[in-house]
């Protein structure tokens, strides 16, 4: 007896998939990225991933025409719409950069995929265990804090209304640190996570020799790109956080091997 459709229950990972998860999640990505244009562009390589430094809104590209040369250029519109200096960048510029920079990326992969290190080392777990540590003496503090509160109460140091506010107020805060410190938590395992996981390396060597920018290329390696006043970018790379960690991991080995010599 078949079920009705609508009452199917889906369950993920029970069949072989025709598409790898990878790919299918740059698929994904390239679909759902917003392309600014204006007037009868076609969307371009870089289209979605230029942001304005100034104002942080997604940069449009625009073309110019000299003789039978086109030159393209990615401009911010929210900046020139209220009056400031505009903020742009020519398509072969931030082409050129972004290749130089993949390149160095992947020679530098080569370099730091056989580290094996502990990842609570990393600058930026150990941050996130600060802050949990932090939340957890908050947690404490409040906690202690309102367990007072009933003995002040019973001495006639509160009245029955202070006592409900203050009452509330330490259980809203207990329970706003206890919301925070699960969602530290939740960072803190992916980040463990993905820097464990050295995969993603071989998402950037295999582009050691790349010489053309194709816009899956862009999806696989790049979050976003910000452009200042002056034209120069800040390249925000996905695995950003794991890529640092590893860095750091590098240059710790580095400076042992100096200290032993």
């Known amino acids: 007896m078949l079920l009705p459709k609508d009452e199917w229950t889906r369950v993920a990972g ?12 740059q698929v994904q990505e390239i679909m759902q990225r917003e392309i600014k244009t204006t007037g009868g562009e ?3 390589t870089l289209s979605g991933f230029l942001f304005c430094d100034v104002c942080s809104r997604q940069m449009t590209i625009k073309s110019t025409y000299r003789g039978d040369k086109i030159y393209r250029y990615y401009n911010c519109k929210d900046c020139e719409r209220v009056g400031r200096s ?3 960048i020519s398509e072969k510029k931030a082409t050129a950069g972004l ?7 992947a020679l530098s992969a080569y370099d730091i995929e056989h580290l094996d290190f502990l990842p609570e080392n990393s600058e930026e777990v150990k941050s996130l265990d600060r802050e949990l540590l ?3 003496e908050e947690m404490d503090r409040c906690g202690r804090l309102k367990n007072r509160l009933f003995g002040d109460y ?23 640190a206890k919301q925070d410190s699960r969602a530290v938590s939740e960072k803190r395992s992916r980040l463990v996570s993905e820097i464990s996981d050295a995969s993603w390396l071989e998402s950037f060597k295999k582009y050691r020799d790349i010489d053309t920018l194709q816009r899956k290329v862009m999806c696989e390696l790049v979050d976003k790109v910000y452009v200042n006043r002056g034209g120069k970018m800040d390249i925000r790379f996905r695995h950003d956080s794991a890529i640092k960690a590893r860095k750091e991991a590098a240059k710790y080995e580095e400076s042992g091997l100096e200290a032993a010599i």
Do not use: Q, W
């Open 14 to 25: 029970t069949h072989e998939a025709i598409v790898e998860p990878n790919l299918f999640e």
């Open 154 to 176: 019973s001495a006639g140091v509160l009245t029955r209304s202070e006592y409900m506010d203050y009452s509330k107020l330490y259980t809203d805060k207990i329970e706003r």
């Open 99 to 105: 290749l130089r920079e993949i390149r160095k990326m």
């Open 134 to 136: 932090s939340l957890e």
């Open 86 to 88: 505009s903020v742009r």
């Open 42 to 44: 076609c969307a371009a």
